[in-house]
Structure formats: C-alpha cells, structure tokens
C-alpha cells in the first residue's frame, strides 16, 4: 500500500504538492520504448491521481499497452524540490463523476475559463478517465 509519511519535510511537501500543484508530467512509455512525458491537470483523491483526456491520445494508447508510468512534480530550476510517484495506470470507461468531478471543478475554474469553456465543455472534451493507483515514492 501506498503511504506518505508527512512527519518527514519531505513527505509534508509531496503532500501539499499533491493537493496543490496545478500540472504534473505523466510519463507514459511508447510503442517504441521511449518515455513520453506529457504536462497534464491532476486531481489526488482518495490515494489516487485522476487525470482526464481527450479520446485517442498516445498516453492513452500508451498505456493500453504499458501500464506502468510515473508522475513527477516540476523541480526548482536548482534541481531542488523532486519528487516522483511510479505506478499503475488504467483507463477508465466513465469519465470523472460525484465528489470528484466537483473537486476538479473547483481546482480548475478558473483554468477552465480561460480556456474558453464552460466546466461541462471541458469534460465533454476530457472524457477520458485515467486512474493512476502509486506503488512507490522518490525523490529529496
């Protein structure tokens, strides 16, 4: 099972990144072997990471075929501050819903704005559900 132990500083910060931070990288791994790092929204809930996208992307089919990825945070620009979750992502037929879809509203509003759409446009563009369940956790 995965734990963070937020009695250390750097468990408290991966905590506070994981309710926090607006964009992570998801590394994915191609047809050809390559990673494939791709900045995507994010919602930690429940001990998961939820991660919307539009139908037929590579990371999709990515992870059809490999589904073991790993999100990092972004690092300061010294090389400080890293942190990375391995583990195994799914593809989910329903799009995020309830609780969660209202977290992820609230997270992003105003990202969603900008962007143009209304929460509903959003999803109805990001149908795509991605549930990453985290094995393991490094980093300093």
């Not at 250390?8 to 992570?24: H, N, S, Y």
């Not at 990471?49 to 589904?67: T, V």
């Not at 990202?111 to 549930?131: C, E, K, N, W």
Request: charged content about 20%.
């Amino acid at each position: 099972m995965f734990t963070i132990d937020t009695s250390t500083p750097f468990g408290k910060r991966i905590a506070r990144q994981l309710d926090d931070e607006r964009v992570v990288w998801l590394t994915t791994v191609a047809e050809s072997g390559t990673p494939a790092p791709t900045p995507v929204w994010f919602l930690w809930r429940d001990d998961e990471i939820l991660i919307g996208s539009e139908p037929g992307k590579a990371k999709l089919r990515n992870i059809a075929a490999h589904p073991q990825v790993s999100v990092n945070f972004n690092a300061t620009h010294t090389g400080g501050d890293v942190g990375v979750i391995t583990g195994t992502a799914e593809i989910e037929s329903a799009p995020l819903s309830g609780d969660a879809l209202a977290a992820y509203n609230t997270k992003y509003a105003d990202d969603i704005a900008r962007l143009g759409m209304t929460p509903d446009q959003f999803h109805a563009s990001y149908s795509v559900l991605i549930r990453i369940t985290p094995r393991k956790l490094r980093g300093f």
